[in-house]
């Protein structure tokens, strides 16, 4: 989102599109940086852009598409995705370990990851529950 939001303050600062309005609270302000008003907790915002935008997106959107798993959830997945997605097994190990055989995940050689994995999810659902990219 920050990127398209970038993109779209360039070819509005270039002059190749209309600078767009910028919807902020019960105002609507001007890209051009002249809209001023309240925010939601009453307190005064004037030339707000749609870089600022983009900023704020950077800062505050990441938390609600933080994904925690635990690590042994983690290494599970993984496991099951490199043999789901038929690629090598010495790809989850730093030495070489038995393989579980054909359609079974190797032994993890001692590279059990114990603390949780974060990772970011794609996109949010309606509910805003982040979607993952992979519950192999």
């Known amino acids: 989102m920050p990127a398209n939001l970038r993109a779209t303050a360039a070819l509005a600062?270039?002059?190749i599109i209309a600078q767009p309005a910028v919807n902020v609270g019960n105002s609507t302000a001007r890209g051009t940086g002249n809209g001023s008003g309240n925010n939601a907790n009453g307190k005064k915002f004037s030339n707000v852009t749609i870089d600022d935008i983009a900023a704020l997106w950077e800062v505050a959107a990441p938390k609600f598409f933080e994904v925690v798993v635990d690590g042994a959830t983690a290494e599970n997945r993984l496991q099951n995705f490199v043999v789901q997605a038929n690629l090598s097994q010495a790809l989850l190990n730093s030495?070489?370990?038995?393989?579980?055989?054909?359609?079974?995940?190797p032994s993890s050689g001692g590279n059990s990851t114990a603390a949780?994995?974060?990772?970011y999810a794609l996109s949010l659902m309606a509910d805003g529950t982040p979607v993952q990219v992979c519950r192999c």
């Open 13 to 15: 600062n270039a002059g």
């Open 116 to 119: 949780n994995v974060t990772f």
């Open 95 to 105: 030495s070489t370990t038995s393989s579980g055989g054909k359609g079974k995940p």
